[in-house]
């Protein structure tokens, strides 16, 4: 509902300020509260053994959304006019939308029901039963439980300082490709292609979450887009940056991984108030990054000395994830 409500003012706005405030305060909000934060915490609710899968499931499943409907929106807005594009917007929300999160259950509990799909158990039934134990000592921190820990604190800041890289990086990543020598309509080529590999990456890093430690994990992702990034600084031809694409694809495919790490070590009951807890402090990140690689590029004319700082930056991320250890639930 507030999506709709936000798209259909959002048609109506003829001030700057105005489109500010519908903006951000309606259209932005409803959007990751109902499309990026309420999913993750159903995946984390619903899953635990495969709750990696299930995040990047849904991750990607946003992605591939974009892919799908932006060459519609265009259509629409050439047709009709972004106003009415707009409220067509709300309108499909409404239509579609809602029926759909009509028939989501807040847990499997609440069904009846147990996580994973695993079967009831029986007597007698031992490997049931032993699951059912391993759902009954799973974590469960509070807020203030889960601030006291380390891990907490290397997980928002590590993901916080991914953030920065990555915002910078998407935002200038025309221009960069265009001081790298390629023109604006190859760059934005690249673009797409980078985001279009993001979606089976997201996947693939799923599938490998559940099945290793997490942390560590994300930790070796890091320095794979650190190579990334080298590649990109020294690439003289066009060849050698797709070698970029893959490798920095990492940095935005283990975001899953991320938060499948924050579901396992604190527990499914409070981790919507403990994913909205640290995305407070990362959130940070993607207003830090683009306005830092303007700042150095207008400085210097070359983004040379971003990317080499920001090489430092996914170093600390990696090193910052490599030490991260499950929290002992008795603090």
């Given at each position: 509902?507030m999506?709709t409500?936000?798209?259909?003012?959002l048609?109506n706005v003829?001030?700057?300020?105005?489109?500010?405030?519908?903006?951000?305060?309606?259209v932005?909000?409803s959007?990751?509260?109902?499309?990026?934060?309420?999913?993750?915490?159903?995946?984390?609710?619903?899953?635990?053994?495969?709750?990696?899968?299930?995040?990047?499931?849904v991750?990607?499943?946003?992605g591939?959304?974009?892919?799908?409907?932006?060459p519609l929106?265009?259509?629409a807005?050439?047709?009709?006019?972004?106003?009415r594009?707009?409220?067509?917007s709300g309108?499909?929300?409404?239509v579609v939308?809602?029926?759909?999160?009509?028939?989501?259950?807040?847990?499997p509990?609440?069904?009846?029901?147990?996580?994973?799909?695993?079967?009831?158990?029986?007597?007698?039934?031992?490997?049931a039963?032993a699951?059912?134990?391993?759902?009954?000592?799973?974590?469960?921190?509070?807020v203030?439980?889960?601030?006291?820990?380390s891990?907490f604190w290397?997980?928002?800041?590590?993901?916080?300082?991914?953030?920065?890289?990555?915002?910078?990086?998407?935002v200038h990543?025309?221009?960069?490709m265009?001081?790298k020598g390629?023109s604006q309509?190859r760059?934005?080529?690249?673009?797409?292609?980078?985001?279009l590999?993001?979606?089976?990456?997201h996947?693939f890093?799923?599938?490998?979450?559940d099945r290793v430690?997490?942390?560590?994990?994300?930790a070796?992702a890091?320095?794979?887009?650190?190579?990334g990034?080298?590649?990109?600084?020294?690439?003289?031809?066009e060849?050698?940056?797709?070698?970029?694409?893959p490798?920095?694809?990492?940095?935005?495919?283990?975001?899953?991984?991320?938060?499948a790490?924050?579901g396992?070590?604190?527990?499914?009951?409070?981790f919507a108030k403990?994913?909205g807890?640290?995305?407070?402090?990362?959130?940070w990140?993607?207003?830090?990054?683009p306005?830092?690689a303007?700042?150095?590029y207008d400085r210097t004319?070359s983004?040379?000395?971003?990317?080499w700082?920001?090489?430092g930056v996914?170093l600390a991320?990696s090193c910052?994830?490599?030490?991260v250890i499950a929290?002992?639930p008795?603090?």
């Amino acid at each position: 509902m507030m999506t709709t409500m936000g798209h259909m003012l959002l048609s109506n706005v003829h001030s700057y300020l105005t489109l500010l405030l519908v903006y951000m305060g309606v259209v932005s909000l409803s959007f990751h509260a109902g499309f990026m934060d309420a999913p993750m915490v159903i995946a984390n609710t619903w899953f635990i053994r495969k709750r990696a899968m299930a995040m990047a499931i849904v991750s990607a499943s946003i992605g591939i959304g974009g892919f799908l409907l932006a060459p519609l929106l265009a259509m629409a807005i050439h047709t009709w006019g972004w106003r009415r594009a707009a409220f067509g917007s709300g309108i499909v929300f409404l239509v579609v939308g809602l029926p759909l999160a009509l028939f989501v259950r807040r847990s499997p509990e609440s069904m009846g029901l147990r996580p994973d799909g695993d079967p009831l158990p029986t007597s007698g039934d031992i490997s049931a039963t032993a699951k059912d134990n391993a759902h009954q000592e799973e974590a469960n921190f509070t807020v203030a439980e889960a601030l006291r820990t380390s891990s907490f604190w290397l997980l928002t800041i590590g993901t916080g300082l991914r953030i920065v890289t990555l915002s910078a990086l998407n935002v200038h990543y025309v221009p960069i490709m265009v001081w790298k020598g390629l023109s604006q309509q190859r760059a934005a080529f690249f673009l797409a292609a980078q985001a279009l590999l993001a979606l089976p990456t997201h996947i693939f890093f799923g599938w490998i979450a559940d099945r290793v430690n997490k942390p560590k994990l994300m930790a070796v992702a890091m320095l794979f887009a650190v190579v990334g990034l080298l590649f990109l600084i020294y690439a003289e031809e066009e060849w050698q940056l797709w070698f970029f694409i893959p490798l920095f694809s990492a940095v935005e495919s283990t975001f899953p991984v991320n938060w499948a790490t924050v579901g396992e070590f604190f527990g499914r009951k409070n981790f919507a108030k403990i994913r909205g807890t640290m995305s407070f402090v990362q959130t940070w990140g993607s207003v830090i990054g683009p306005v830092l690689a303007g700042a150095i590029y207008d400085r210097t004319q070359s983004y040379s000395s971003l990317l080499w700082g920001l090489v430092g930056v996914l170093l600390a991320v990696s090193c910052f994830y490599a030490m991260v250890i499950a929290p002992s639930p008795k603090l």
